[in-house]
């Protein structure tokens, strides 16, 4: 079963894509947006499909 994806989930996210990416990566991708996203406990553990359809319904592409 697919978790809830929320608005405070989708802020969050967007957030996180938004941010800086970690120490010797040029850019966010899904999955590795989805290793980060596991390592926060009040974010549910969400997929890098998932991930992507958030942020394409957003109009959001990580650069």
């Given at each position: 079963?697919?978790?809830?994806?929320?608005?405070?989930?989708?802020a969050?996210l967007?957030?996180?894509?938004?941010?800086?990416?970690?120490?010797?990566?040029?850019?966010?991708?899904?999955?590795?947006?989805?290793?980060?996203?596991a390592?926060?406990?009040?974010?549910?553990?969400?997929?890098?499909?998932t991930i992507?359809r958030?942020?394409?319904?957003?109009?959001?592409?990580?650069?």
């Amino acid at each position: 079963m697919e978790p809830t994806v929320t608005g405070e989930v989708e802020a969050r996210l967007i957030a996180l894509a938004c941010s800086a990416p970690p120490e010797g990566k040029d850019r966010w991708s899904l999955r590795l947006l989805e290793k980060h996203v596991a390592l926060i406990e009040d974010i549910p553990d969400l997929d890098h499909s998932t991930i992507g359809r958030v942020l394409k319904k957003r109009n959001f592409a990580p650069t």
